[in-house]
């Protein structure tokens, strides 16, 4: 070892590290050469730098990093442990950021029997105060080292600049990262200084725009306006952005080619040392796929594809906006019910494909029949309904119900299939004969029927009178409050299996009433009367705790149920009352909530978004599941669906029974899978009841199932029979 190191010779050895560390070279060759011109310049057996840090089970163990030995001192590889109490007193006095020198009867604890013949060892720390101890280890086996206090000062200078180094490693790291995770992420990203000017933009940014970087540079993002919102929008964001920084929504933008498209839009501002916007970063998607998907959902769900025609649901919304707007103004309104006469029998005597060209024909008379401000809409089946905005007297009425009654008589035979057909028309006067839509549509069909059993092929007007109807709902809730206040009513379970009907991943808590007069009742008969007389909270409630109840008794049985998905159909039930019952009643019954599913009709999501998201939300940060029921029945929009906190997607059974009889609700179950799956959420199709339905479903991706082709609904006990003779494999809740 040498005696003495000449001062300019360990000047010239900083001034190379320097250059060395402060360069980007690769971190392992800058730490090599590092450690070997100190080791050769100050004649050592070893450098090396160390980092230690406690394992498992608190064990200090050393790592060595870049290792450089004195080939002719035979020194080898050398293990120190760190477990004992002066090498603790050790590590104590290197976090505090002072240096460690030891001797060779002090280096004889560290060595745990290795022979070496060690004479000095100085560690200098790099980063003191770390979990993780890090810094620069020097010794000698042969000649006693001074470590003289010119060669600590020069070392601890190479110790700032190792430190500096492995600064510049971690910094180059994290550029390379995050200049790796612009370039490959597939959403467009966009770079901004503080006014606006683009400095940059990935790859996927160029895909979606059809921009290059080059032609971006220095450039407003106002290349990519559409048009299709005004300054008042993008003062909004600009405020929002300033305010919160950050702003994200949905915008339409356009292409390079001149293409408008929709994206989903997120903006940050990240502020400079002083706090204020030095740049801004917008992430964009391309949603085209996805608002063409939702685009088919909601055509198909709004109009009959058959005819072309608006459907009941279209029909029901215009229907309550036309009604608003004549009582405001006084204008009188018309309910023409058609009704087409022996239909049946041309669809079982000649089959469906001639009925639907009949049906056809008829849209196409009855359209030639509308007025401007009309509305003509499909119900469904042979059922048309004829809205008349604004008429003078009822023989007006009866003029366009015998135009129409002509027509259909006397079409175009190459059009109708050369079949004469007739129709039975009730009508229905707002505001003499009802007060809303639903009673308006009920009265005019009460009318159709009775000019059916006049001898069809005619119209009738309603008379007004007590409704059958009425004094059955009057009587009926009388008799559900009993039956609650008795607990009358029955749960019933229907498994849900995966597409295989081989693995069991749930049931459906479907509610019965054994009615002790008309037999046990589905709850479509009921359920409507326990939403109209506030009985939907008491109703939910028997459910819940039955179900409760009925999942702590099947796992005394040792009959795992993976999940319960229960239903939530009135606006009334999402409430904090409501959280409060089911949170509290499944702390108390000690069950997991992710047990439980939740399943909210899709009509719901037409109520207030913040209520419903809110609530919905606290469930599911409880653990609980959250779904859409009836998916497809109702008219919810694609931002309701992203801004609610929902896990699954279930489709209504009568675009399920609709398969293989009906391309349009074939296209209907396809689009709303393809929607899930834009969504990444579970999607489950209920009412299955044959195996084309099932072979459909299974070719269009559909995962889980639910219907009477499996089991139908039945009691607990009978469950458990069912699920212990079926032997179902049991899928573990997510």
């Known amino acids: 070892m040498k005696q003495e190191v000449q001062h300019s010779d360990m000047l010239a050895v900083l001034a190379g590290m320097a250059a060395d560390c402060f360069s980007y070279d690769d971190f392992e060759q800058v730490i090599g050469r590092t450690l070997a011109s100190l080791g050769e310049t100050l004649g050592v057996s070893h450098t090396s730098l160390y980092d230690c840090a406690h394992d498992a089970q608190g064990t200090c163990r050393m790592a060595l990093r870049g290792c450089w030995f004195d080939e002719s001192d035979g020194v080898g590889n050398v293990e120190f442990d760190f477990s004992g109490d002066a090498a603790k007193d050790w590590l104590d006095l290197l976090n505090q950021g002072n240096s460690v020198r030891l001797g060779r009867a002090q280096l004889s604890a560290l060595l745990s029997g290795q022979v070496h013949e060690l004479e000095s060892l100085l560690m200098i720390p790099l980063s003191p105060g770390s979990e993780c101890c890090q810094g620069l280890m020097l010794f000698a086996d042969r000649d006693q080292q001074n470590w003289s206090s010119m060669t600590q000062d020069v070392l601890k200078v190479?110790?700032?600049?190792?430190?500096?180094?492995?600064?510049?490693?971690?910094?180059?790291?994290?550029?390379?990262?995050a200049t790796a995770v612009f370039d490959k992420a597939s959403e467009g990203i966009m770079v901004t200084d503080e006014r606006g000017q683009i400095l940059s933009v990935n790859p996927a940014f160029t895909n979606i725009t059809g921009y290059s970087l080059r032609e971006c540079l220095g450039k407003s993002p106002?290349?990519?306006?559409?048009?299709?919102?005004d300054e008042e929008f993008y003062s909004r964001m600009w405020q929002q952005l300033q305010v919160n920084g950050q702003w994200q929504g949905e915008v339409w933008n356009r292409r390079k080619n001149g293409e408008l498209y929709p994206e989903w839009l997120s903006i940050s501002a990240l502020p400079d040392a002083q706090g204020k916007p030095h740049r801004y970063i917008g992430i964009l998607s391309d949603i085209t796929s996805l608002k063409r998907a939702h685009a088919q959902v909601e055509h198909l769900a709004m109009h009959d594809p058959l005819t072309g025609l608006p459907n009941r649901r279209m029909f029901m919304e215009n229907l309550e906006r036309l009604m608003a707007h004549a009582q405001r103004s006084g204008q009188l309104l018309a309910l023409l019910f058609i009704d087409l006469d022996g239909f049946k029998l041309v669809n079982d005597s000649l089959g469906h494909h001639v009925g639907d060209r009949l049906l056809q024909s008829v849209a196409t008379c009855l359209k030639s029949q509308l007025r401007a401000d009309d509305l003509l809409a499909r119900m469904g089946g042979d059922e048309f309904v004829l809205l008349v905005n604004g008429y003078e007297t009822p023989d007006q009425l009866a003029k366009i119900a015998n135009k129409i009654l002509y027509v259909l008589q006397h079409q175009d035979g190459q059009a109708s299939g050369r079949i004469e057909i007739g129709a039975s028309i009730g009508i229905a006067l707002y505001p003499e004969n009802a007060g809303d839509g639903d009673q308006l549509i009920r009265n005019a069909d009460m009318a159709m029927y009775r000019a059916k059993e006049n001898g069809k092929n005619q119209y009738h007007f309603y008379e007004t009178k007590l409704s059958d109807e009425v004094v059955r709902r009057y009587v009926l809730e009388r008799e559900l409050r009993v039956a609650l206040e008795e607990e009358q009513l029955e749960v019933y379970y229907q498994p849900q299996l995966n597409i295989d009907g081989t693995a069991l991943v749930g049931v459906e808590a479907l509610v019965r009433w054994p009615h002790p007069e008309r037999?046990?009742?589905?709850?479509?008969?009921?359920?409507?009367?326990?939403?109209?007389?506030?009985?939907?909270y008491p109703l939910f409630k028997v459910v819940f705790l039955q179900v409760c109840r009925f999942i702590t008794l099947m796992d005394k049985q040792g009959v795992e149920i993976p999940k319960v998905a229960i239903n939530i159909a009135g606006i009334e039930l999402i409430t904090n009352g409501c959280c409060n019952l089911i949170i509290d009643s499944l702390r108390s019954f000690g069950i997991d909530p992710r047990r439980v599913e939740f399943e909210v009709t899709e009509t719901l999501l037409m109520?207030?978004?913040?209520?419903?998201?809110?609530?919905?939300?606290?469930?599911?940060?409880?653990?609980?599941?959250?779904?859409?029921?009836?998916?497809?029945?109702?008219?919810?929009?694609?931002?309701r669906l992203r801004e609610l906190p929902i896990d699954m997607l279930k489709i209504d059974k009568s675009f399920?029974?609709?398969?293989?009889?009906?391309?349009?609700?074939?296209?209907?179950?396809?689009a709303i899978i393809s929607m899930a799956n834009s969504l990444q959420l579970k999607v489950i199709a209920e009412g299955i009841e044959t195996h084309g339905q099932l072979d459909f479903l299974r070719g269009e991706g559909c995962e889980l199932i639910q219907g009477f082709l499996y089991a139908e609904?039945?009691?607990?006990?009978?469950?458990?029979?069912?699920?212990?003779?079926?032997?179902?494999?049991?899928?573990?809740?997510d």
């Open 713 to 733: 609904p039945m009691k607990g006990e009978r469950l458990a029979e069912h699920i212990a003779n079926a032997s179902y494999q049991l899928k573990k809740h």
């Open 222 to 229: 106002a290349i990519l306006k559409s048009g299709r919102h």
């Open 519 to 536: 037999g046990v009742l589905p709850p479509c008969e009921f359920l409507p009367v326990a939403m109209s007389s506030g009985l939907a």
């Open 607 to 639: 109520h207030s978004l913040d209520d419903l998201a809110e609530v919905l939300e606290r469930l599911r940060k409880e653990g609980l599941q959250i779904s859409i029921d009836d998916f497809g029945t109702g008219y919810s929009s694609l931002s």
């Open 656 to 670: 399920v029974q609709g398969i293989a009889q009906e391309s349009s609700d074939e296209a209907i179950v396809r």
């Open 158 to 177: 190479a110790a700032e600049l190792l430190s500096t180094a492995m600064g510049n490693e971690k910094r180059m790291l994290d550029h390379q990262l």
